[in-house]
């Protein structure tokens, strides 16, 4: 079992919709939870984090936490055609080393 | 200018050729790490550090050494390169808090023919 999983995708959603990715980890003592974007060929970014169970919200983008599920996902709202990019979740174990997701592949189709 | 850098950002090399790649960091920032991407694998971490005298290696550290130069230098070697280590190779830093936010560099893209 990969330690964070994630669908591959793609994921394709129309322009104005909500885009829902999901990742699941499986290291109990995770403690903190990251969303990175990465256009093509370029550096991944750091969108979100989240460190307590429940929502976090930042513009137009928000971060769900249900340790108990081993769950972390992320929403974005009003989907543009500038979201479109692989999402990475990351996730802190008990290691303190991030590790990471293989991603999931985003297209907003105007 | 770039909070963190890497040289060369391109790089084609010959197997069995050593080769160094750079990452400068201008974050102020304790901890420097080295991974690669290949694709549909994610990144997977090869050496990181937390300081200048420490050194630790990463899921993937085969085929490779790194060094410390300053807080603000951190170097990634392939001693005899081969074509399996063709990839996207990306420099990250971060502070030494708890939660580990991680900053990138944009990439170097190694091929080894």
């Known amino acids: 079992q990969k330690e964070v999983e994630q669908n591959s995708g793609p994921l394709s959603v129309p322009e104005g919709a909500i885009a829902s990715l999901n990742c699941t980890y499986s290291?109990?003592?995770?403690?903190?939870f990251f969303w990175y974007r990465q256009y093509s060929g370029k550096s991944p970014e750091l969108i979100m984090f989240i460190y307590s169970n429940g929502d976090k919200e930042d513009g137009r983008f928000t971060a769900q936490l249900n340790k108990a599920s081993q769950y972390v996902s992320l929403l974005i709202r009003d989907s543009q055609p500038s979201d479109s990019a692989t999402y990475l979740c990351a996730v802190t174990g008990s290691a303190r080393q991030l590790t990471f997701g293989s991603g999931t592949q985003l297209t907003v189709l105007p | 200018d770039a909070d963190v850098t890497q040289t060369p950002r391109n790089r084609i090399t010959k197997t069995g050729k050593r080769i160094m790649l750079e990452c400068s960091q201008t974050?102020?920032?304790?901890?420097m790490y080295w991974y690669r991407q290949d694709p549909g694998l994610g990144l997977r971490l090869i050496y990181y550090?937390?300081?200048?005298?420490?050194?630790n290696k990463g899921e993937i550290s085969d085929g490779y050494s790194v060094s410390r130069q300053a807080q603000a230098k951190f170097s990634l070697s392939l001693e005899s390169a081969i074509p399996n280590q063709t990839a996207l190779y990306f420099c990250?830093?971060?502070?030494?808090?708890?939660?580990?936010?991680?900053?990138f560099g944009p990439g170097t893209r190694l091929t080894v023919l």
């Open positions: 290291d109990r003592g995770s403690q903190s």
């Open positions: 974050k102020g920032h304790d901890r």
């Open positions: 550090s937390f300081d200048v005298k420490d050194i």
């Open positions: 990250a830093t971060s502070e030494g808090r708890a939660h580990n936010e991680q900053f």
